[in-house]
C-alpha cells in the first residue's frame, strides 16, 4: 500500500514562492507516476502537474506552466511542485498522488493528506 506524506502548504502573499513536497512510504520509483492535484472551494479537483518515474516525462497544467515545476527524488521518493509568482487564484487545497503506470490524472492509485495553499491579494 502507497502511503503518501505532504509538506510545505502555507500562506503567501501574492508574488510568493512555496514549495510543497511529497514522500512516499514505500518504494515507488520505476513503478508509479507522481502528480499533483489542487482544489479550489466550490470546484472540482483538477490534476495540476505529473512526473514518470525516471523523471523524463513531466506535465505542467498550461494556465501555471510558466510559474510551477514539477520534478523528483528517488531517496527516499519524494515529489515536488515549486510554485513561483502565486496569485490569489492559486489557492486551494494541493493533493499529492499516486498514479498508475498509464501516468493519467484519471488513474488514481493512492492520494496525500492535502496541503492548504492561500494567497493573499
Known amino acids: 500500500q502507497v502511503h503518501l506524506v505532504e509538506s510545505g502548504g502555507g500562506s503567501v502573499p501574492a508574488g510568493g514562492s512555496l514549495r510543497l513536497s511529497c514522500t512516499a512510504s514505500?518504494?515507488?520509483?520505476?513503478?508509479?507516476?507522481l502528480a499533483w492535484f489542487r482544489q479550489a472551494p466550490g470546484k472540482e479537483r483538477e490534476g495540476v502537474a505529473l512526473?514518470?518515474?525516471?523523471?523524463?516525462?513531466?506535465y505542467v497544467k498550461e494556465a501555471v506552466k510558466d510559474r510551477f515545476t514539477i520534478s523528483r527524488d528517488s531517496a527516499p521518493d519524494t515529489v515536488y511542485l515549486q510554485m513561483n509568482s502565486l496569485k490569489p487564484e492559486d489557492t486551494a487545497m494541493y493533493y499529492c498522488a499516486a498514479l498508475d503506470t498509464s501516468c493519467s490524472f484519471n488513474r488514481v492509485h493512492a492520494w496525500g493528506q492535502g496541503n492548504q495553499v492561500t494567497v493573499s491579494s
Open positions: 514505500e518504494y515507488v520509483w520505476g513503478h508509479l507516476c
Open positions: 512526473i514518470n518515474p525516471p523523471s523524463t516525462i513531466t
